[in-house]
């Protein structure tokens, strides 16, 4: 029987075979028969509808020979398939395609690498060439399957690299193709991303990360690395992915460091985190930032290291989310943060490798708010403080002052990114008061990170780094001093009072290191040199006459402390001279530190722990301390009114800028808030003597016809002197008082109306219970003017 292949047959066979038999050649190395290609092409373009029989004869020759082993027919019969493939665009291309890629098939399911690679770069090929038509039916599973499998190939030598860049040349493909036809199969889904994502990884994590810096000189090399061919392919990826699929990237890639344990160290990980983030479409780019933290959730009882890779990868790339990031996701993000670290101070409270976890997640927070506009760090410090736990106890347990403490440093942190502009905007009332609370917490760590807080926050000039240390040499500092704006004035007027007044109380505290003592300095320093102001300055020189007699007369401190307080004092009183340009007092100061170098050297800078045993208390040297009057004539002498200087001072009992031996002095801390009550109480009395007309009652003045009287008779002079000596009052009354004799104070003063409507309303009552007459019902109830004749006048 005739098989066909004779010579005799050849004539009664259909023409596309005899077409297709005669690009074959006698032997294989002679190659494809080029001039019978080309009447292959142009028999396949004028009958376009013989396509599929021509891929079909094509293929069935191919796999005959690949049987036989004659491998290089297979070259051919490959090489004829693409050349047909990018000559024909029919509308019937689609069944050519289908005995196209059963030949691609057939070759990948050999074992010979040369083959496998042959029908990786004719796939390829087809992935780039747009369909007019999209195909319905058609599936790539053993494609991505099989191009996955040789990106593990484990072959030895050059062989392996080869097979690798085909496996990853393959899967990006496949992307291709898949990616840009919506009707087509969907590349994103789990099963196919679970393959195709450790494929890429596997090969990318024995590139020893020397990408991103890598010029593209050697782009042709670079396709040949299959480390580089695979992040290409991965950066190709991620970019192509829409906000709904980019988490089904994201999954394999978790997956993939957690089975393989490549979190520890964190070096790759960066690296590709990295890779994602500037490869992914950036409004998608905090999905990335929100998958590693469920990551953190999920990992929650894994060991410590593990945790603060996961947490160094997430500092590392938060800043690149940032810029994206707006309105609740901000929010979202720093909670997040916020409770990883609650969740690590109820885990552990002393381990090294949880406090590295928590440093780790403090620089994700900080790096994330340097990337945000100022309005939002600010919105993040005030969040951050409001998680911060309140009321401060004695009796607080370890890991609530861990807490404490790390929600602080993460303050500090956002702090540090952030620029001040104007005070009443870095510190809104909702932000300041729990801070300047805070700030007389128990713990001296903890009073020491306010501080260093209120620095970050005040210092606008770069003045910090000169202000750290206390010096009596200011001349060599070279301070940046500018002129106070008037909203900086308003804030410092309105607010000034709590946090001078937390600043001493947190002078008072017995368990203050020498940093703490420093750093309250250092506040005091920037404050005057960043609110130069005259007010201001009598406000301070007051405040350091306070911290001066504070360090004579409290019991509660040791000597130390209070060689410290008096070597602040001299400091504060050289550099407010020097800021404020007030020469008299600047040399009255240098005096001072003369006469004290030369006699007690111990009461200048620098503070320490221990001081020499004979060291005089300040007490036995009255000449060496600053003198309340001599500071008062030297700051009137530059037209500067001093007038309060010698009033009684806000920060001491029992005479002018003394505290009473023993005294307890009532801070606003003890009560809670009644500092705040003192300054709203002050800002009314004055708010109602600046409104014209107006004249606010005290508490004991009681409104009747003579007081009034006296009001509008009196001359005005008189009127503000007894304004002002009110005022006076009221201060004294609401910084001295008990809070019993406060409450009694500020009780209500209508029991007398409350008793009269109970007469009105007991004689409304009897009055029905009678039921009178028509005769009867006649007035009984008693006129308002007869029952308030005080409110009347005649």
Not at 14 to 26: A, E, G
Request: hydrophobic residues 40%.
């Amino acid at each position: 029987m005739c098989t066909g292949c004779c010579g005799c047959c050849s004539a009664f066979r259909p023409r596309y075979k005899r077409l297709v038999d005669n690009i074959f050649p006698v032997y294989p190395q002679d190659g494809l028969v080029k001039s019978n290609m080309e009447k292959l092409t142009f028999y396949s373009l004028s009958s376009p509808e013989k396509l599929d029989r021509i891929g079909e004869y094509l293929y069935q020759r191919a796999a005959r020979d690949i049987y036989r082993k004659k491998y290089g027919f297979v070259v051919i019969a490959m090489e004829a398939m693409d050349q047909l493939l990018l000559a024909c665009h029919a509308p019937t291309l689609n069944l050519f395609v289908e005995s196209f890629l059963k030949m691609v098939q057939k070759l990948l399911e050999s074992t010979e690498p040369e083959l496998q690679i042959l029908a990786t770069q004719s796939f390829v090929k087809f992935a780039n060439i747009e369909e007019d038509t999209p195909s319905y039916h058609r599936r790539y599973d053993f494609f991505v399957s099989k191009f996955s499998a040789m990106c593990h190939s484990g072959d030895e030598g050059d062989k392996k690299n080869k097979i690798r860049v085909a496996g990853i040349k393959g899967l990006q493909a496949v992307v291709r193709k898949t990616v840009s036809d919506e009707l087509v199969e969907n590349i994103w889904e789990p099963v196919h991303m679970d393959k195709i994502v450790p494929s890429l990884l596997f090969n990318m994590q024995e590139s020893g990360f020397h990408t991103n810096e890598k010029s593209n000189q050697n782009a042709t090399e670079d396709e040949n690395d299959p480390p580089m061919l695979a992040e290409t392919c991965m950066r190709e990826l991620v970019g192509r992915a829409s906000f709904g699929h980019i988490r089904t990237v994201l999954k394999p890639v978790l997956r993939h460091f957690d089975l393989h344990e490549l979190w520890v160290p964190n070096q790759f990980a960066i690296h590709t985190f990295r890779i994602i983030m500037f490869s992914i479409q950036a409004q998608y780019s905090y999905t990335v930032v929100e998958s590693l933290m469920a990551h953190l959730d999920e990992n929650s009882k894994s060991s410590a290291s593990i945790r603060t890779s996961i947490a160094g990868v997430l500092s590392k790339i938060i800043a690149i989310a940032a810029g994206e990031s707006v309105g609740p996701t901000v929010l979202e993000i720093i909670n997040s943060l916020l409770s990883h670290l609650r969740d690590s101070v109820k885990n552990c409270v002393s381990q090294s490798e949880e406090k590295q976890y928590q440093e780790a997640l403090i620089n994700a927070l900080g790096e994330f708010a340097n990337h945000l506009p100022d309005y939002q760090k600010i919105e993040i410090m005030m969040f951050i403080m409001s998680k911060i736990p309140f009321p401060l106890v004695d009796n607080q347990t370890p890991a609530d002052n861990l807490l404490q403490s790390i929600l602080l440093k993460s303050l500090l942190k956002v702090g540090t990114k952030y620029q001040t502009i104007h005070m009443n905007t870095t510190f809104p009332v909702s932000f300041l008061e729990p801070l300047l609370r805070m700030s007389l917490a128990p713990d001296s760590d903890m009073r020491l990170l306010v501080q260093k807080i209120l620095h970050t926050l005040i210092d606008r000039h770069h003045n910090l780094e000169k202000l750290t240390k206390p010096t009596v040499d200011v001349a060599e500092l070279d301070l940046v001093v500018e002129k106070s704006s008037r909203p900086d004035l308003i804030f410092i007027n309105k607010h000034g009072p709590i946090i001078y007044d937390a600043l001493y109380t947190s002078l008072q505290i017995d368990t203050n290191t020498p940093e703490n003592i420093e750093a309250i300095y250092t506040t005091l320093a920037l404050l005057c040199v960043e609110l130069s102001n005259a007010e201001i300055v009598i406000d301070l020189l007051q405040l350091v006459l306070g911290i001066q007699s504070l360090a004579l007369t409290n019991n509660s401190l040791t000597m130390a402390q209070k060689f410290n307080l008096h070597a602040l004092v001299i400091c504060l009183l050289v550099l407010i001279s020097n800021v404020s340009n007030l020469k008299s007092l600047e040399e009255y100061g240098s005096q001072i530190v003369e006469a004290r170098r030369q006699e007690a050297p111990h009461l200048l800078p620098e503070f320490m722990v221990h001081y020499p045993s004979n060291s005089e208390g300040a007490g036995k040297v009255p000449h060496l301390l600053i003198d309340q009057m001599a500071v008062s004539e030297y700051v009137k002498n530059h037209g500067i009114d001093a007038s309060r200087l010698l009033q009684t001072s806000p920060y001491g009992a029992g005479g002018p800028g003394i505290v009473a031996a023993g005294a307890h002095r009532n801070s606003w801390i003890d009560t809670g808030r009644s500092s705040i009550t003192e300054l709203t109480g002050a800002n009314e009395v004055d708010s109602a003597a600046s409104s014209p007309g107006v004249q606010r009652k005290m508490p004991e003045e009681e409104l009747t016809f003579e007081s009034m009287k006296k009001v509008l008779t009196e001359p005005p002079e008189v009127r503000k002197e007894a304004e002002a000596e009110r005022r006076k009052m009221l201060s004294h009354t609401f910084r001295t008082a008990t809070f019993s004799e406060l409450i009694r104070r500020t009780q209500p003063k209508h029991d007398l109306l409350q008793n009269k409507l109970n007469d009105i309303f007991k004689s409304l009552s009897v009055n029905e219970a009678r039921s009178p007459t028509l005769e009867e019902k006649k007035p009984t109830v008693p006129t308002y003017e007869q029952n308030f004749p005080e409110l009347f006048f005649y």
